[in-house]
Each structure stands twice: as structure tokens, then as C-alpha cells.
């Protein structure tokens, strides 16, 4: 499924860079994309693999601020 998170905090492309690396990494993230101007991460992930708490959760330890919906 793909999802996008209201992520706060990201400034410039190194925090759009920061975040998909991460996030790709987890297990069963297939992409990501994130834009620090519109303050939204986008992830197509499996949901059988991982869900949108351990994604956000990965975020905020790099220390952005998410809110889903
Ligand atoms: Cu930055």
C-alpha cells in the first residue's frame, strides 16, 4: 500500500535524503519519497512487512515530527 505521512522538521534535500534512506531501509518498503516543501513523506510499502507506526517511528529517531492522516 502506499501512504503519505505529514512529516515536520525536514529543511532541505539532506533531510528529504536523511528520510528515504532510512525509511527504504526498513524491511518491506518498496519506495519513498519526501518533500521537505510540502512537509509530506511518501511510502509504498508491504503492510505484511511492516506498517505506518514503524515508519514513523523510524522518522521521528532521526528526529522529524510526523502526524498521520
Ligand atoms: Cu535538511
Redesign the pocket.
Known amino acids: 500500500m502506499t501512504q503519505t505521512l505529514r512529516v515536520t522538521g ?7 535524503n ?1 528520510v528515504k534512506r532510512a525509511v527504504g531501509k526498513l524491511p518491506g518498503v518498496s519506495e519513498v519519497d519526501a518533500s ?1 516543501e510540502d512537509q509530506r513523506v511518501t511510502v509504498s510499502y508491504d503492510a505484511a512487512q511492516v506498517d505506518a507506526a514503524a515508519i514513523a517511528a523510524r522518522i521521528r529517531g532521526l528526529g522529524y515530527g510526523v502526524e498521520q492522516g
Open positions: 525536514m529543511t532541505c534535500g539532506g533531510c528529504e536523511a521537505h
